[in-house]
């Protein structure tokens, strides 16, 4: 397929409009409290040289291969691996993708939701001192009707924003959302850093421990890059077909994965030093972590009376922002799929495809307390929401990402690819490094990647 058939589409307006909307899709909860905590559960600063190397030889080659896949189709997913290997079973990778996309999305707007709630209950002044944390978390994720009604308005605000399309809505609101992303962190990261016992809360997340480092690290490291850099479903793909033959590829991948990487480095810097102001350790990550044990300890943000309102809107704020600017890339790789392949209205397949995702989380609103069966799956062990994370959130991007790698390595082929970075200034600096980690270094780590994820499984 060559240039002259690369279907006209609507494109970005800039090369900085697509680094934003793609680092938007990269930054999210996953880098606001999964990096942290996996990382000062695994040996702090030694498992950030780790995860460094994860994101540098196989996160950013990966994202490479699905922005080129993306740019040279111009298509969704499944329309991608049709043109690239027409008359050939590839398109069940991106079709893959695109279910992972909804299923993602159906228990990320209900996390989302709950941030929603918890900016309006931090300015409403809820969380005074001796505020009894657990009991407000329980009464929004544990309470039905307000569980779902939140999931419900967070995919409200999705669609809002997909409709809109490319350029006027996707585009315009991250364009927004993301410089005021980077303003709220940094304005969280000074309050934190000054905080009292911000040096030994600085020190539990950063202190290498060089003695943890095992297999089972390198490979935590390799999972959480793929779900915080997108990877794996088509999502890239998807961004990577609204980009213009004008703008550079390579350092465009490169700007969303440095962006990814510190923004995930950064939220550290808020979460522990916050933390260990008030002398609690660490604990649990997840929700648990941020809904129950940061919110108790707002209201000690200095200054008072009015530090830990302002600290705590502003924290929950930017959950938000870095959630929605991810949700809206979710919904739109199902999107893209309807309206190229089978014609539907861009209004019609998103708000179709959201309703869908909305209806498939509401078992994962209920898995928070309000229904016990789905709180703790029989024969699982989990709760819902945290069984289809595992499922769609882990192995669908891993596996996706090594048939991407092996699809683009040996299949369509590097040269094809190397050809697409060039097309637009003839230069690919690291043509040959890239070509070797996407052809052997990928597709060995991702399957002791997923072997290893079995076996623990399995273990447990
Ligand atoms: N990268 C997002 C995060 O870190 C999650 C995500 C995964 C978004 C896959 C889109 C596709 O939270």
Known sequence: MDATTRPARDNWGSKLAFILAAAGSAVGLGNIWGFPTIAAANGGAAFLFVY???????????????????????????????ALAPRSAWFVVGGMGVLAGIMILSFYSVIA????????????????????????????AGNAGTSIGW?????????????????????????????ALVVILLVLVARAVTLSGAGPGLEFYLRPDFSRLDGGVVLAAIGQAFFSLSLGMGAMITYGSYVSRKDDLETSAGWVVAFDTSIAFLAGLIIFPTLFHAGLEAGEGGPGMVFVVLT???????????????????????????????????LEVATAWLVDEKGVSRKKASIGIAT????????????????????????????????LFAVFGQYALVLGA?????????VWGVENAAEEVRSNDGKFSF????????????PIAIVSLLVFLLWQQLGS
């Open 402 to 410: 090594l048939l991407i790698s092996i699809f683009v390595g040996w």
């Open 113 to 140: 939701g709950w941030t929603m709630a918890y900016v309006v209950k931090s300015a409403s002044g809820e969380f005074v001192a001796g505020a009894d944390t657990a009991a407000i978390f329980s009464g929004v």
């Open 431 to 442: 043509e040959r490094t890239w070509s070797f980690l996407i052809r052997f270094l990928c």
């Open 52 to 82: 460094l190397l994860a994101v540098a030889l196989i996160g950013a080659p990966v994202m490479l291969a699905e922005l080129v896949i993306g740019r040279r189709t111009a298509r969704n997913p499944v329309g991608a691996f049709k």
């Open 151 to 179: 999931h419900l308005a967070f995919m409200v605000l999705t669609v809002l924003v997909v409709i809109g399309g490319v350029k006027d809505g996707i585009e315009r609101w991250t364009k927004v959302m993301m410089p």
């Open 356 to 387: 869908i995702a909305f209806l498939v989380g509401v078992p994962s609103a209920l898995a928070n307390g309000a229904v016990p069966w789905l709180s703790s799956l029989p024969g699982i062990g989990m709760d819902f929401l945290s069984f």
């Open 296 to 330: 108790s300890l707002l209201s000690t943000i200095p200054p008072e009376p009015w530090g830990g309102t302002v600290f705590g809107v502003l924290f929950f704020l930017l959950l938000l922002v870095a959630a929605l600017t991810s949700s809206i890339s979710l």
